[in-house]
């Protein structure tokens, strides 16, 4: 799932873009988005601050109390990694799209092929250079599973459910136990609570007695995990 972030102080531009990505998701279901949009620059700082970053963020440049390059800076303080694309009418704005690590920007109005193309480019540069996968035993064969799709692992009745990316689950008579030395290379997995692995690229929120995942699951922290749970998590968004 991609989360994409809009921000525009112009409801028509705003309705355009969603309208784009939203065809996007129908054509391409194995890149699924997560659309939210906002008026004001203010509002999506106080979402993120909330509720965690966007994987994509689409930013109008010029818009009232706040340009587009000014709230890129402000996401980039966060050291979250994310793409950025700016929604200009001129291409002068380029050079300030560098400087704050933006993949590019996009002249309105928007049309489909280069906002299509746009987004690609972001998935790809989102996406491990290397795709390493682990391999699960269930009870209808063999599962290779791609580590980033990989959401969370719950203990249950003896088996392990394991949630991916697209919603889907599969079940595991695997001991977490020995699904976390098999995914001990891989930094994002952690255990929040000894019936629980999350992999942390999917926690949209952290408090001290639960995570919000992006796909609206809620997961317990125990107490006695939660001081290294949260420095594991800040330690990881920091690095990554």
């Given at each position: 799932m991609l989360r994409i972030g809009i921000c525009d102080d112009n409801q028509n531009d705003i309705k355009q873009i969603c309208e784009l990505a939203i065809r996007f998701s129908e054509e391409h279901p194995e890149n699924p988005?997560?659309?939210?949009?906002?008026k004001s620059p203010f509002d999506l700082l106080d979402d993120i601050e909330k509720n965690g970053g966007f994987d994509l963020y689409l930013l109008d440049v010029v818009m009232p109390h706040m340009t587009g390059v000014t709230l890129a800076k402000r996401i980039?303080?966060?050291k979250?990694?994310?793409?950025?694309?700016?929604?200009?009418?001129?291409?002068?704005?380029?050079?300030?799209?560098?400087?704050?690590?933006?993949?590019?920007?996009?002249?309105?109005?928007v049309d489909k092929p280069d906002f299509d193309d746009a987004?690609?480019?972001c998935i790809h540069r989102l996406l491990p250079?290397?795709?390493?996968?682990?391999?699960?035993?269930?009870?209808?064969?063999l599962h290779r599973i791609p580590v980033?799709?990989?959401?969370?692992?719950?203990?249950?009745n003896h088996n392990q459910i394991v949630t991916l990316s697209d919603g889907s689950s599969l079940e595991t008579s695997a001991t977490l136990v020995e699904l976390m030395e098999v995914l001990k290379d891989h930094p994002s997995f952690v255990r929040p609570h000894r019936a629980y692995i999350v992999n942390m690229d999917f926690i949209r929120k952290l408090s001290t007695r639960e995570l919000l995942l992006t796909n609206g699951k809620s997961i317990?922290?125990?107490?006695?995990?939660y001081k290294?749970?949260?420095?594991?998590?800040f330690s990881y968004m920091i690095h990554s």
């Open positions: 988005l997560q659309i939210q949009a906002y980039r303080e966060r979250e990694k994310a793409e950025i694309l700016f929604l200009t009418f001129s291409k002068e704005y380029a050079v300030d799209a560098f400087s704050v690590k933006a993949s590019g920007y996009l002249i309105k109005p987004v690609l480019d250079t290397k795709n390493p996968s682990i391999i699960l035993k269930s009870k209808t064969g980033y799709e990989l959401v969370c692992i719950e203990s249950f317990p922290i125990s107490q006695n995990r290294e749970l949260k420095n594991s998590y």
